[in-house]
């Protein structure tokens, strides 16, 4: 499978996931362990790809999603951002409502 097959699955079956540097529990940059702490504020469920560990998505990642940095933070398959724009979107109450949103269409989806 080509790294942009894997990623589309990866997608497809995390309604939330996070494109990270570390693990949630060790993250292994300062913008992906703020990321981390966002998500984990919201209570919703999220899956993770740890970068480092699979340096063929590190490398392919940006040409994909067309965003250049790490994290990638993605909900029902559409990118969000990195951790800034979650940042601000945890600010202005936004966030929460998309990942609830993004967990409600795939258990639909599951049905």
Request: proline residues 7%.
């Amino acid at each position: 499978m080509d790294v942009k097959s894997k990623v589309e699955q990866q997608l497809a079956e995390n309604p939330v996931i996070i494109y990270m540097k570390g693990t949630p529990k060790m993250p292994q940059c300062g913008f992906s362990a703020n990321a981390v702490k966002v998500l984990d504020s919201t209570g919703i469920p999220y899956s993770y790809v740890n970068v480092l560990e699979n340096i063929w998505i590190y490398e392919k990642l940006p040409s994909i999603s067309r965003w250049p940095t790490y994290p990638q933070i993605f909900a029902a398959g559409e990118l969000l951002g990195g951790c800034d724009i979650i940042v601000e979107m945890l600010k202005d109450g936004s966030l929460k409502p998309i990942l609830e949103a993004a967990v409600t269409k795939a258990g639909k989806a599951a049905e």
